[in-house]
Nanobody, 123 residues
Framework: VQLVESGGGLVQAGGSLKLSCSAS????????MAWFRQVPGKERDFVAG????????AYAAPVKGRSTISKDRDMKMVYLEMNALKPEDTAVYYC?????????????????WGRGIRVTVSS
């Protein structure tokens, strides 16, 4: 699965942003699609994930309640909408995919990655 992120940029604290991930290739119902983020010097952290063929959704604690992950199966798109953004949300955001298995928050479980897109939240 090939993944391309878009929609990043600079936003003020308290604002909103919607990231998009365009997927190509063969995607099965069992695929789990996710967003991770990374700041310099740290590992990638799970943000949110969604099962391609079912309703399984998971959010990391720091974004839960102010983020929504969604998908468009026809367009092969995955979205991450984030509200009430904070400076600590500043990171490079990655779209990722894993084929089958359980939902996972672990970077190592994902086999396909986008190149990432930068999100900067100014205070």
């Amino acid at each position: 699965v090939q993944l391309v992120e878009s929609g990043g940029g600079l936003v003020q604290a308290g604002g909103s942003l919607k990231l998009s991930c365009s997927a190509s290739g063969e995607i099965f119902d069992s695929h789990f699609m996710a967003w991770f983020r990374q700041v310099p010097g740290k590992e990638r952290d799970f943000v949110a994930g969604i099962r391609w063929g079912f309703r399984t959704i998971a959010y990391a604690a720091p974004v839960k309640g102010r983020s929504t992950i969604s998908k468009d199966r026809d367009m092969k798109m995955v979205y991450l909408e984030m509200n009430a953004l904070k400076p600590e949300d500043t990171a490079v955001y990655y779209c990722a995919a894993k084929s089958g298995g359980s939902a996972s928050m672990y970077e190592a479980d994902y086999t396909d990655w986008g190149r990432g897109i930068r999100v900067t939240v100014s205070s």
